[in-house]
């Protein structure tokens, strides 16, 4: 579709009708204890991108990201460290340049915050997004303990992406469902994904 940005995932790029739309806000939620990066890593290779961890150094992502086996980019990573997160990700967002991505990884340092805080921060966000025509994607973590804004979180965002890991016999598989989309026709099936060296369609079985 004209006007979309490719993800730089081929499997993504066509249950997405070519992409998301400029100016999109995308929930990608996902167990720790998948390897849901990988998914983040080549997200790199489609265009500039500015890569915020909010747990992880510095180092330990551009070590993860230059390790990776599958196309990546080389994003500008930085490490949001201070004790008022979501000031010091408003500054470095602030600098984000036109056409861009913008990676969040992890979101739940953020939506532990004051809610007035937190949902003015999604409002600029999404201000920004729409002003460059840059796409940002913010990885949140499920499990028992989720942040009392992640609610707000999947309200705000144009897209939901959710990453399922589970065990059939002895394989272990990641399926990928997108039940949320405002940019468009929603993708109604899972896609079952490898993600082991990159992350690609697995076509072991049940996909047509």
């Not at 201070?82 to 990884?105: F, H, K, Q």
């Not at 028992?144 to 959710?162: G, K, L, M």
């Amino acid at each position: 579709m004209v006007g979309r940005l490719d993800t730089g995932i081929d499997v993504l790029d066509r249950k997405l009708d070519g992409g998301l739309p400029p100016g999109c806000l995308v929930a990608y939620t996902a167990e720790p204890a998948s390897q849901s990066e990988l998914l983040l890593y080549e997200l790199t290779a489609a265009r500039g991108t500015l890569y915020l961890s909010t747990e992880r150094s510095d180092d330990a992502v551009r070590h993860a990201i230059e390790s990776s086996p599958s196309s990546v980019g080389s994003p500008t990573v930085r490490h949001v460290t201070s004790d008022t997160p979501i000031e010091e990700a408003t500054r470095l967002v602030g600098a984000l340049p036109d056409g861009a991505n913008l990676i969040i990884d992890t979101m739940d340092v953020l939506e532990r915050r004051d809610t007035e805080e937190y949902v003015a921060f999604l409002n600029e966000l999404k201000a920004t997004m729409l002003e460059t025509g840059s796409i940002a994607v913010l990885h949140c973590l499920k499990g028992d303990d989720e942040p009392a804004n992640r609610s707000r979180t999947v309200h705000a965002v144009d897209a939901v992406f959710d990453l399922r890991t589970m065990i059939a016999g002895t394989e272990l598989e990641n399926h990928l469902t997108i039940p949320k989309f405002r940019g468009g026709s929603q993708p109604t099936e899972a896609i079952k994904l490898e993600l082991t060296e990159e992350v690609a369609i697995d076509t072991s079985r049940d996909i047509a």
